[in-house]
Nanobody
Framework: QVQLVESGGGLVQAGGSLRLSCAAS????????MGWHRQAPGKQRELVAR???????NYADSVKGRFTISKNNAKNTVYLQMTSLKPEDTAVYYC???????????????WGQGTQVTVSS
């Protein structure tokens, strides 16, 4: 069974940095796109950033220039380096893989359990 497991959340002061990691485990042949979404209290879940196996990236406007997403294809792991954090970045951050090729064939919509990021002012 494929699982996405996040780590690296926590409490940080405004202006600080955090690095999130998400490792996919299980009988995986390949993962093209991996990304991060976040959900703040009372708000809808939103895309933060995503990266493909060839290194193409997309970022939400609110995090451009502050966050960097990267992917280790050999380890099926995605990272989110967050700098210059703001209180409005406070949210639960979820790792996401829209499609994973497994021994059972391609399967869709994998989410991690979420990791809390809290930025104090």
């Amino acid at each position: 069974q494929v699982q996405l497991v996040e780590s690296g959340g926590g409490l940080v002061q405004a202006g600080g940095s955090l690095r999130l990691s998400c490792a996919a485990s299980g009988n995986i042949f390949s993962i093209d796109t991996m990304g991060w979404h976040r959900q703040a209290p009372g708000k809808q879940r939103e895309l933060v950033a995503r990266v493909t196996s060839d290194g193409s990236t997309n970022y939400a406007d609110s995090v451009k220039g502050r966050f960097t997403i990267s992917k280790n294809n050999a380890k099926n792991t995605v990272y989110l380096q967050m700098t210059s954090l703001k209180p409005e970045d406070t949210a639960v951050y979820y790792c996401y893989a829209p499609r994973i090729v497994t021994i059972r064939g391609p399967q869709n919509d994998f989410w991690g359990q979420g990791t809390q990021v809290t930025v104090s002012s």
